[in-house]
């Protein structure tokens, strides 16, 4: 119904006068349940719809959204009225019809979920990282959620795509404490579009093992040495490097990336990918939020720069093709630009030590990494991480983890310091894991940076 509905909304328009017209239609239910204490803490049930319209007439861009559908008339007129406060852009413009391939999204399983499924998980979560450890004394949120979403985008260049997705995500934090009363926290995440592909007692147990393994944590003094970055730690800084990937950062000057296409810009270890059409992956769909086909592709191969992300607007600019990397925040925005599923290859020629959400927990003294090192810090955690400096790179943050010595983890360390740059940090990538874990839709293996100035 969707489809027919939006292409009426883009023939309307187009009697209005508009040259070119683009509407946006995205519909989800939810639930989401949090544990505390054996009971349910909070749940909450959510249904909505919302449709966007996107206007040209005369080089000049309109814009006006509704979350009710016998307001479309009014959006219209409020999409054109707009567009008469706008400035000529010759660029803008919406992308032609391209035939899309079948991708994985969607998971009857998750469809068919009941209210006391969610409750009976989310206890399940709270119960399994408790029983990994008694030092671990509380379970500050235990969340699991579950969400069925339909997508429609139609234009007036006969663009017609309509899918439907799903997901389910768990998320947990934990409090260890030891007899000497220090406290420390752990968290884990796990999400895909298949329920199947989310371990619930596994989340709960990783989450505690990060508390308990970094109790007693001691200061060292500063020194110079090798790093690991933990999966989660190097997607966060990966998560840095997509943002200025963005072909748009890259035209306004807010990127540390702008004008090396083509150059090897970081460790000819790393290959950066970013693929929309993998399978069950939180970031997979057929088509971006512009209609646009999604691809595989490396961005970054053996350190070199290969591509930015454009979206069809920055695309133009530029005179290339959009890469399938429009991205909308929701209906009440325009599309911008983002990644699908980005991540850092793993090093393959280590399969038979790659973790499996379903193992058991592996302790870090086996990582390959880490008996590659006479001496370095696993770094488990970063505090400060959102305050690195988009357009420059540079990054001053705390962290936390473990000492390493002859090939094994010690001690734990806390109050340390590293600070550097983005480009830096990947030109220095020695090692590369097999243990490949994705945080939503970024993901990364564990790093070996070389010698770093830590700080105290």
Known sequence: MNNSFAEDIVKKALKRGCDAAEVFIRSSRGISVEAKDGKVEAMEVSQDIGIALKVIRNQRLGFAFTTIHDEVGKTINAAIDSAKW??????????????????????????????????????????????????VKKVRKAEVGAAV??????????????????????????LASDENGDNQMGWD??????????????????ASKRAVEVLGARKISAVKAPV???????????????????????Q????????????????????????????????????????????????????????????????????????????????????????????????????????????????????????SLPKGILILNTMGLHTANPISGDFSVGISGLWIENGETVYPIKEAVISGNILELFKKVEGIGCDLEFYGNVGSPSLLIGDMDISA
């Not at 979403?149 to 934990?174: D, F, L």
């Open 252 to 371: 306004k000057q807010r990127s540390f990336l702008a004008g090396k296409a083509g150059q090897t810009i970081i460790s000819t270890l790393v290959d950066i990918i970013d693929d929309g059409t993998m399978k069950w992956g939180l970031g997979t769909k057929p088509v971006d939020d512009e209609g646009v086909p999604v691809t595989n592709k490396t961005v970054i191969s053996k350190g070199v720069l290969n591509s930015y992300f454009y979206n069809t607007y920055t695309a133009k600019k530029a005179g290339v093709k959009s890469t399938g990397n429009a991205v909308r925040g929701g209906h009440k925005s325009l599309p911008g630009i983002g990644v699908t599923n980005f991540y850092i290859r793993p090093d393959e020629s280590q399969k038979s030590e790659v973790r499996s959400q379903k193992s058991e927990v592996k302790r870090t003294k086996n990582n390959q990494l880490i008996k």
């Open 86 to 135: 706008t400035a000529m852009d010759e660029y803008i413009d919406i992308p032609g019809q391209m035939p899309a391939g079948e991708v994985l999204i969607f998971d009857e399983q998750i469809k068919n979920l009941d209210e006391a499924t969610v409750i009976k998980n989310a206890l399940m979560l709270e119960e399994s990282a408790l029983a990994f450890d008694k030092r």
């Open 149 to 174: 979403t339909s997508t429609t985008i139609a234009n007036s260049k006969g663009v017609n795509a309509g899918y439907e997705s799903t997901n389910y995500s768990v998320h947990v934090t934990t």
């Open 228 to 250: 690991i970055l933990c999966p989660s730690v190097a997607v966060g800084f990966l998560d840095i490097l997509s943002s200025s990937l963005s072909a748009e950062a890259v």
């Open 189 to 206: 995440f796990a999400g895909s579009r298949r329920m199947i592909d989310v371990d619930i007692k596994f989340v709960g147990k990783t």
